[in-house]
């Protein structure tokens, strides 16, 4: 159960985010408290002693006894923390706080009823089920310290959620110019995205950091102290040893340290592309803004690339793109033009899951979910897709803007919406994605066919398409800015509190750290001052809600692994950039026999269902960029550029 809860924060992420409620630890940041009758939970979980060591008996206990009211007090949570996501009150936040001692009580009871089973001699199944249950997470933690971290993550997740900055530079935000007091989403976004003003830039970076991180350091640091505590109490040696795994498989004999040694593989794969593409964007950035001193051998000054922590430069596009006289693949105008509703752009994302051969959307889907930002009141506002465990409730959460940015974030979520439909027939423990990165790289797979120009021209949103190499680099470069500038930015967002957690990184070093880490994947620096009064990393919605990040480094690999085999199950020739597997039942038949599977088996079992391979590998993501990684070469050594920076 504490997984589940622990899923359910996780879920509310980025881009995606998702977010599975299940009991046990987790912090659940929502409204009004869902109570579950568990009087006599002890006494009707009892497992009978005589038969602790069938295998056919635990898995019918867990099916009888477990899931049903696993399923009550997950609902019960996620309902509480929909409330306080769509509804931000100190009330609402109160209630989380109820709910996850509900759950962590439900966690513990059903934790110890699960240990009195001999589980050696049974089959795998029911070893993953044993650990999955027995394993208490955050909940491990004594009552007052689980209380404590709860209010600490949701009083972090809140900080950031209602924060807001003031445009005119000249005022406090208490007494900020009626107009000029906005939030992240979307004002702030769209501002930096669209501006080209470096000071207004600066300014921007800067007040959203001092109205976030800044304000959390204190609490941040109380949290890894129980983070690591409740980390040890289930025998892991620090917080970032139980994140990991999450993608252990003990069965297989993958360790933590092949875990690691993979994310150091695959991050060598990509980084000569990164060095590329950076070395190509420094360059027109020193043409752009020639007086902000940019050194052509130096990092990139953060603040400059459209957005608020650099982990997608498309802001940057249109001043960097290859050709520019070529089709614009930017198709917000045309959106507009067209008069794109929101439900249409969510309509659009059902039916190209249907047309693969994927379930529909429930009716309580269009029901229940919110699109748009309410008026009214405090949400939070990033994105993030729900499974409420019964009935087949479920939802996301988006305050969506009509533009190409947000269809593809609407295909991220719809993905994992789609995943909570194709495994919701397995037992509850298995009902999440093979690992976290799984769940993330669904609807990004998809996404990779809907934003192919072709499937653009087929959406009517593209005219005049054509399959020229110079269309072709302005397609992979405009996708190069989304896909592989983010992927050092994924990758040092769990390295750097991986070292946090371990005690490598000290709690007085905490931003110089994180800068030495920016410094040394991306290759930027910031672009004022920093010190160790502020806590940059917090800017970040993730590190202030406690989500696990390497989920989307490794789900930005594996998408292009499942993109290639979709591919070659829909029957595509040509390049892999071209492809689009729209309307193909054959590649949608293979997507959903391993959404399916849920985690009942090992994700290498999962990902070898799809691909054919057992191992994550960026050679697909390679071979689809590889004309870009030819042409950006040529055109940086023509150039005289450094490939990196120091």
Request: glycine share 4%.
């Amino acid at each position: 159960m504490h997984r589940e809860r622990e899923r359910q924060k996780e879920k509310m992420d980025n881009s995606g985010c998702i977010v599975i409620c299940l009991a046990a630890l987790m912090v659940v940041i929502n409204a009004a408290f869902h109570p579950v009758d568990l009087t006599n939970l002890q006494d009707d979980t009892e497992p009978d002693v005589n038969l602790t060591d069938s295998s056919s008996y635990i898995r019918s206990w867990v099916a009888r006894n477990y899931d049903p009211l696993a399923a009550k007090v997950s609902q019960a949570d996620a309902l509480t923390s929909w409330d306080y996501n769509t509804n931000i009150t100190d009330s609402n936040q109160a209630d989380t706080i109820v709910s996850a001692t509900q759950s962590a009580n439900f966690t513990k009871i059903l934790a110890a009823q699960m240990k009195k089973f001999q589980v050696n001699g049974t089959d795998a199944t029911i070893r993953r089920l044993y650990k999955k249950i027995t394993e208490l997470g955050m909940a491990a933690l004594p009552e007052n310290e689980l209380t404590q971290y709860n209010k600490l993550v949701a009083d972090m997740t809140s900080t950031y959620s209602v924060a807001k900055i003031c445009l005119d530079e000249s005022a406090a935000v208490g007494s900020c110019p009626s107009g000029n007091l906005v939030s992240l989403d979307p004002n702030i976004t769209v501002i930096l995205r669209d501006t080209r003003d470096p000071k207004q830039m600066k300014h921007i970076w800067k007040a959203w950091r001092d109205a976030t991180g800044a304000k959390m350091r204190s609490n941040f640091t109380d949290y890894v102290v129980l983070k690591n505590k409740a980390a040890k109490l289930n025998g892991y040696s620090d917080a970032g040893a139980a994140w990991r795994s999450n993608y252990v498989e003990p069965t297989l004999n993958y360790t933590d340290e092949n875990f690691l040694s993979d994310l150091d593989a695959l991050w060598n794969q990509i980084r000569p592309l990164y060095n590329e593409l950076h070395a190509y964007v420094r360059r027109r950035l020193i043409q752009r803004y020639p007086a902000e001193n940019i050194r052509p051998d130096g990092p990139i000054p953060a603040h400059l690339l459209g957005n608020m922590w650099a982990q997608s430069w498309g802001g940057v596009l249109n001043f960097t793109q290859l050709f520019p006289n070529k089709t614009k693949l930017d198709v917000t105008d045309e959106m507009k033009r067209q008069n794109y509703t929101i439900d249409r752009m969510f309509k659009l994302s059902e039916q190209f899951q249907t047309e693969i051969g994927l379930k529909p959307m429930p009716a309580s889907f269009w029901n229940h979910s919110m699109f748009e930002r309410p008026d009214g009141r405090e949400v939070v506002c990033h994105a993030s897709a729900w499974d409420f465990y019964l009935g087949g409730d479920v939802r996301i959460k988006m305050c969506t803007d009509i533009n190409m940015q947000d269809l593809i974030t609407i295909h991220h979520e719809m993905g994992h919406i789609q995943y909570y439909l194709q495994y919701e027939n397995q037992l509850l423990p298995f009902r999440e994605g093979a690992n976290s990165g799984f769940h993330e790289a669904v609807g990004d797979t998809l996404a990779l066919s809907v934003a192919t120009p072709r499937h653009l021209a087929w959406l009517g949103l593209v005219t005049n398409q054509t399959d020229d190499l110079q269309s072709d680099l302005n397609f992979m470069f405009s996708t190069a800015l989304e896909k592989i500038v983010f992927l050092p930015f994924a990758y040092i967002m769990d390295r750097y509190r991986y070292d946090v957690f371990s005690g490598a990184i000290r709690s007085s070093d905490l931003n110089d750290a994180w800068w030495n880490y920016v410094l040394k994947y991306q290759g930027l620096e910031p672009p004022v001052k920093r010190t160790e009064h502020d806590f940059d990393p917090g800017s970040k919605y993730h590190i202030s809600s406690d989500v696990e990040y390497m989920r989307y480094f490794i789900s930005f690999v594996i998408q292009f692994q499942f993109h290639k085999a979709l591919c070659n199950a829909s029957g595509h020739t040509g390049p892999l950039y071209q492809c689009d597997i729209n309307q193909s039942k054959a590649a949608g038949k293979l997507l959903s026999s391993m959404l399916s599977m849920g985690s009942s088996e090992p994700w290498p079992n999962a990902l070898e269902k799809v691909t054919g391979s057992r191992k994550m590998d960026a050679a697909p993501l390679l071979e689809f960029f590889e004309p870009l990684i030819k042409y950006l070469h040529e055109v940086n050594v023509k150039n005289g550029d450094v490939i990196g920076w120091k």
